[in-house]
């Protein structure tokens, strides 16, 4: 077993450099840890976050957007007090106000029975956040709740009531990363924590590297090296007696045979990863409680399709363009009908909700898509999408559109570092006690008998009880798991 007495002398790694891997990196160096490495697979730093200035010197976010809240947010704070937000309005929450929404006759719906619905629907989903469902929902999807509840008001007995009603649900997939609403779970939504304040807080010209890069600032030059994926992770040495003089209790193989020692490890691989591989990367493998977590809890996709033109076409006061269509995917029959089979595949374009203006890009829009038909989407080459988005626009709005000169389509789920976007509850699944089992760390402390005591630990947004899917969950993550390794040398 390594010698270390202090922090100073203790070796960690770091898997992942997302905001929960820096967020421990920065916690630890300054708790007094002198020996920080963080290995990143990818090429660049920031995970789930991604600023990038593709065609201009404009920043566009292909992951992370927003930060959710403003109370108790830490990365609001650091935000704040680093002048890094936006100089204009934070959005509202209720963000369908400024936009457009057509349905597939060409028609425009009133803004009237936009708002209506929206805020009915805000209500409902509001009344599951807070965990005041009535008991005849609680066992209910997040999605059949909706639609019973929703049978209470004017509109549901509308035409365009329910198709607005229907966007709000393919919307609400954004949120949850799912593929449809009808598999999250609505009495688990209480678990999810809003922070008071601002739910939509924008970032300036720096986006959300900026805030990477404070964290950046306290950690010594070398602390990170990119392009090293981890493949294996063999923990527990020290008492199997691998090697006669075997110092350190956890060895980490790269995919290109570099290999690392440790005393402790903070793996903080996205969820998406964890179920593609934690049944290779482990050796021993993870105790079965963690691997049912791993399995229980989903991992949605969220993608963004960027279309940049030449020129503006759209109105000065529309914020977006959102499709209404007679038979959406989250119409409880259409659900049904396409649950089995692959008829939903020659629809996929159907779940996209809309196509949103772009902050600091005035002739750029940003399509979303979740779930299955987002996954299935990222197979189809660039060219394909965008004239199917410039399609969409066309025969929906009647608006001249121009062609796409340029687009940016982000492929979350294929991405083999990532393999999704974030976090969901499904339906039937307790997530306190899944996000428990994911954050606890190995060998567990009841049945070390004489083993070193945190050899691996584990981060990320899956690990949070309250704040999981979000950036600041991922950080306080991150300072968790620092602040456990803290304490345990300060003890
Ligand atoms: C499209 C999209 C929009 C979003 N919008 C928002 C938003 O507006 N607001 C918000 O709060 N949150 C948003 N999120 C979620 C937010 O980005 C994440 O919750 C957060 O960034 C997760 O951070 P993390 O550190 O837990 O994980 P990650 O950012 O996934 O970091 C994990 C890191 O581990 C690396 N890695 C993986 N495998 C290995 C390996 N084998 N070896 C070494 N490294 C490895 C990955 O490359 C990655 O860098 C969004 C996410 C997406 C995808």
């Known amino acids: 077993m390594s010698s270390c007495s202090g922090p100073e002398d203790a070796?960690?790694?770091?898997?992942?450099?997302?905001?929960?891997?820096?967020?421990a990196a920065a916690t630890l160096v300054k708790g007094g840890f002198e020996n920080?490495?963080?290995?990143?697979?990818?090429?660049?730093?920031?995970?789930?976050?991604?600023?990038?200035?593709?065609?201009?010197?404009?920043?566009?976010?292909?992951?992370?957007?927003?930060?959710?809240?403003?109370?108790?947010?830490?990365?609001?704070?650091?935000?704040?007090?680093?002048?890094?937000?936006?100089?204009?309005?934070?959005?509202?929450?209720?963000?369908?106000?400024?936009?457009?929404?057509?349905?597939?006759?060409?028609?425009?719906?009133?803004?009237?029975?936009?708002?209506?619905?929206?805020?009915?629907?805000?209500?409902?989903?509001?009344?599951?956040?807070?965990?005041?469902?009535?008991?005849?929902?609680?066992?209910?999807?997040?999605?059949?709740?909706?639609?019973?509840?929703?049978?209470?008001?004017?509109?549901?007995?509308?035409?365009?009531?329910?198709?607005?009603?229907?966007?709000?649900?393919?919307?609400?997939?954004?949120?949850?990363?799912?593929?449809?609403?009808?598999?999250?779970?609505?009495?688990?939504?209480?678990?999810?924590?809003?922070?008071?304040?601002?739910?939509?807080?924008?970032?300036?010209?720096?986006?959300?590297?900026?805030?990477?890069?404070?964290?950046?600032?306290?950690l010594p030059s070398g602390t990170i090296q990119c392009s090293a994926p981890v493949k294996s992770i063999r923990w527990d040495l020290v008492k199997k007696g691998h090697c006669e003089d075997q110092r350190y209790p956890v060895q980490l193989v790269c995919e290109n045979g570099q290999s690392f020692e440790a005393d402790h490890v903070i793996v903080t691989v996205s969820l998406g990863v964890l179920k593609d591989k934690a049944s290779t990367m482990f050796e021993p493998p993870l105790p079965k409680k963690k691997l049912s977590a791993i399995e229980n809890l989903d991992f949605g996709i969220v993608d963004k399709i960027f279309l940049f033109f030449e020129k503006r076409f759209w109105p000065d006061d529309c914020a977006g363009v959102q499709l209404l269509w007679k038979e959406g995917p989250e119409d409880k029959d259409v659900y049904e009908s396409l649950s089995e089979g692959e008829a939903w595949k020659k629809t996929w374009f159907k779940k996209i909700t809309g196509f949103d203006t772009v902050a600091r890009h005035p002739t750029a829009l940003c399509g979303w898509i979740t779930g299955r038909e987002a996954l299935?989407?990222?197979?189809?080459?660039?060219?394909?999408?965008?004239?199917?988005?410039?399609?969409?626009?066309?025969?929906?709005?009647?608006?001249?559109?121009?062609?796409?000169?340029?687009?940016?389509?982000?492929?979350?789920?294929?991405?083999?570092?990532?393999?999704?976007?974030?976090?969901?509850?499904?339906?039937?699944?307790?997530?306190?006690?899944?996000?428990?089992?994911?954050?606890?760390?190995?060998?567990?402390?009841d049945k070390c008998r004489g083993r070193k005591h945190l050899q691996v630990l584990f981060a990320g947004e899956a690990t949070h009880e309250n704040f999981y899917t979000t950036t600041h969950g991922a950080y306080l993550t991150g300072v968790r798991e620092a602040e456990r390794l803290i304490s345990y040398y300060a003890d």
């Open 11 to 23: 070796k960690v790694v770091i898997v992942g450099s997302g905001f929960a891997g820096l967020a």
């Open 376 to 445: 299935y989407m990222e197979k189809l080459p660039d060219s394909e999408i965008r004239d199917i988005c410039v399609r969409l626009l066309r025969s929906f709005t009647g608006w001249s559109v121009p062609e796409v000169s340029k687009t940016l389509i982000s492929r979350w789920g294929s991405d083999s570092h990532v393999r999704g976007s974030y976090t969901f509850i499904p339906d039937g699944v307790d997530g306190v006690k899944a996000h428990k089992a994911l954050a606890s760390p190995l060998p567990p402390k």
């Open 36 to 218: 920080v490495l963080v290995l990143e697979a990818k090429e660049r730093i920031g995970g789930r976050v991604h600023s990038t200035k593709p065609f201009t010197e404009k920043v566009i976010e292909v992951g992370a957007n927003w930060i959710h809240g403003q109370k108790g947010n830490p990365l609001y704070k650091i935000a704040k007090e680093q002048n890094l937000l936006s100089e204009g309005p934070s959005a509202s929450k209720n963000m369908c106000l400024q936009d457009y929404f057509f349905k597939e006759d060409g028609k425009q719906v009133s803004k009237t029975i936009v708002d209506q619905v929206c805020s009915n629907f805000s209500k409902l989903t509001d009344k599951a956040f807070e965990d005041e469902l009535d008991r005849k929902h609680r066992k209910l999807s997040l999605g059949a709740y909706l639609n019973d509840a929703f049978g209470e008001f004017p509109q549901s007995r509308t035409e365009e009531g329910q198709q607005v009603f229907e966007w709000c649900k393919r919307n609400e997939c954004t949120d949850e990363a799912c593929s449809s609403l009808y598999e999250v779970s609505a009495s688990q939504s209480s678990n999810y924590i809003d922070l008071e304040g601002e739910f939509f807080n924008t970032l300036g010209p720096g986006g959300y590297r900026a805030i990477l890069d404070v964290l950046l600032k306290d």
